[in-house]
């Protein structure tokens, strides 16, 4: 009997721990997962910033080598202001958590929290707190700097500095809270995975205000003339657009909001093949219509293309994906064209490559998934373009009336780079050496 109580006893104490093991095991399970989605979603963050050297080099390449200082200081400038003013205002307006006004507006007050549960998965499954707004930071970022590349070369530093400033702090969350902190376009249905409208049609519209209310530089129309004015450093610009092409691997994947394996391999599929649809659209579109291909127009077609997929590529299928990326390269070319007949002087083709192709991958997602209407989407483009353009016209105007917008003749032709910080990209050290 004693010898049975030995076995039996034991035995059956194990068996009352199985439970409590199962849960430790669970909870150490929960906690590695919660470690790796974090992590990924860090590295997400880092290709995200890798976007504005990429946003840098593409407009330094794209346009004179005497305005080159002023596009590398704004976009420094830019990187700056996104962080600062998303940290002050801009997230808690774009994940206001409860919303007034018909889910129209809401704010969850200024500066960001320090709550302990924002370091643990009661937080988010995915990622810690710090983290989330790491990542959105660079995101909102992102959309003042698409402005940067389409009023290159004639605007006056202090006033894209402002114009940046209230753009992020304020249009920016307020619009992207509309989807992504769940207010009433997010109600309605409409869907936009990583940003084809909330930041890259966003920064169009402004871009577009932008570029009409500064006019073209000079020398660029002349007698009913289009007279092209070419970038100094077309490596450059390729180095930027691959630069870009690298860091949509962080603004799509993460925009998958963990690391599920799966869908994160899928998402940078879908991202990568429509980039290269986007590149075979804008060649064989150069080639046809021009007789030769444009390398220029073949990067801004690979740009095309990432934007076009960044409001569905984790919806459409990869089919669908190359089928928006090469239309996408195509439309590029033509809007490119279409916009310079117009007398709009966008340098860099920004217009065409964010507002342009952003409408079309939005309208994408309603044409490719049967999960999504086109109505509803077409309702969240004309939405966003309703605020998102007479809200910078209003800023730019202002700016205009008040500090001025454009540089003089005189500074222009000297270019910025002397104009507006006394000194050059590619000084002449022979002057030196000759002595």
Request: proline content about 3%; some cysteine; overall charge negative.
């Amino acid at each position: 009997m004693r010898l049975l109580l030995k076995t039996i006893v034991p035995f059956a104490v194990s068996l009352a721990g199985l439970p409590a093991a199962a849960a430790a095991q669970d909870a150490a399970s929960d906690g590695a997962m919660f470690a790796v989605n974090n992590t990924w979603m860090m590295v997400a963050t880092f290709l995200v910033f890798i976007m504005h050297l990429g946003f840098a080099t593409l407009e330094a390449g794209l346009t004179q080598s005497k305005n080159t200082v002023n596009i590398l200081f704004k976009n420094m400038g830019i990187i700056a202001i996104g962080l600062l003013t998303y940290a002050f205002v801009g997230f808690n307006l774009m994940y206001p958590g409860e919303f007034s006004l018909g889910q129209f507006f809401g704010f969850a007050g200024f500066g960001i929290g320090t709550d302990p549960s924002g370091l643990t998965a009661e937080y988010s499954p995915g990622y810690t707190y710090w983290t989330d707004f790491l990542f959105q930071a660079m995101f909102a970022a992102t959309a003042a700097t698409i402005v940067s590349g389409a009023v290159a070369e004639r605007i006056k530093l202090g006033s894209f500095l402002v114009f940046s400033t209230i753009y992020v702090m304020f249009v920016y969350p307020l619009l992207g809270s509309w989807k992504w902190g769940g207010g009433w376009l997010d109600a309605m249905g409409f869907y936009d995975f990583a940003g084809s409208t909330l930041v890259h049609s966003v920064g169009g519209w402004a871009a577009l205000a932008g570029v009409i209310f500064l006019g073209p530089r000079l020398g660029k129309y002349v007698n009913g003339e289009i007279r092209p004015i070419l970038g100094h450093n077309l490596p450059l610009a390729v180095m930027g657009m691959f630069l870009l092409w690298l860091g949509w691997f962080g603004f799509n994947g993460g925009s998958v909001l963990s690391a599920d394996p799966g869908l994160v391999s899928f998402v940078l599929v879908t991202t990568s093949l429509a980039a290269a649809a986007g590149i075979a659209g804008a060649m064989a579109t150069t080639w046809a219509v021009h007789k030769h291909p444009d390398a220029s127009m073949v990067l801004n077609g690979a740009l095309a293309g990432l934007v076009g997929i960044t409001a569905g590529a984790d919806v459409v299928s990869v089919t669908s994906a190359v089928i928006i990326g090469l239309i996408a390269g195509v439309i590029v070319v033509f809007s490119v064209e279409t916009i310079d007949r117009a007398k709009l002087d966008d340098p860099v083709g920004a217009i065409s490559v964010h507002l342009t192709c952003g409408i079309w991958g939005t309208l994408a997602v309603g044409l490719f998934s049967s999960d999504y209407s086109i109505v509803t989407q077409l309702i969240g483009v004309l939405a966003y373009g309703a605020i998102a353009f007479p809200a910078a016209s209003l800023i730019f105007v202002v700016l205009r009336r008040t500090m001025g917008l454009r540089v003089s003749e005189e500074e222009e032709r000297r270019g910025l780079d002397l104009a507006e910080h006394n000194m050059e990209a590619y000084p002449d050290y022979t002057i030196f050496t000759a002595r």
